[in-house]
């Protein structure tokens, strides 16, 4: 178990990564690397001091591959409308990050994730203040 006092829009961020990883079962992103033991403030300090899995050179391919979906993702909600070519435009950023493709990413798996962030969204706006959100992975 881990947890974090949030920095003001981190909350959406998370909850994208939830969404993400749990719809496509991934287990090293970001929540698969805290149920391996990490703590949150592992990724908050600066590069060099975290753990040496941590630093960015380490990291799993996927779990850089799924940031870059988190922000995409993240674009799209502040657009207010879904983004035209999802999916290409995520494997473009991938290719342009020397990243492999994420053949998982299907069309209906990213409107699962959708629908779970939106759901997820709707449980932490209805969070009392001073109240806390738990998520199992």
């Not at 003001?8 to 990564?17: V, Y």
Request: proline residues 7%; aromatic residues 8%; charged residues 25%.
């Amino acid at each position: 178990m881990t947890w974090a006092k949030l920095h003001p829009g981190t909350e959406l961020h998370d909850l994208a990564h939830y969404a993400i990883e749990t719809e496509l079962e991934l287990k090293d992103a970001f929540y698969g690397i805290l149920a391996a033991g990490y703590a949150i403030e592992d990724f908050e300090a600066r590069p060099e001091e975290r753990p040496d899995p941590l630093r960015p050179a380490n990291l799993p391919r996927t779990s850089l591959q799924v940031e870059h979906l988190v922000n995409l993702l993240l674009t799209e909600l502040q657009s207010g409308a879904p983004l035209q070519d999802f999916i290409p435009r995520f494997q473009e950023i991938l290719r342009q990050s020397n990243l492999p493709e994420m053949l998982l990413l299907t069309e209906e798996k990213l409107c699962r994730i959708r629908e779970q962030l939106n759901i997820l969204r709707g449980r932490w706006n209805a969070v009392a203040v001073g109240g806390a959100m738990e998520l199992e992975f």
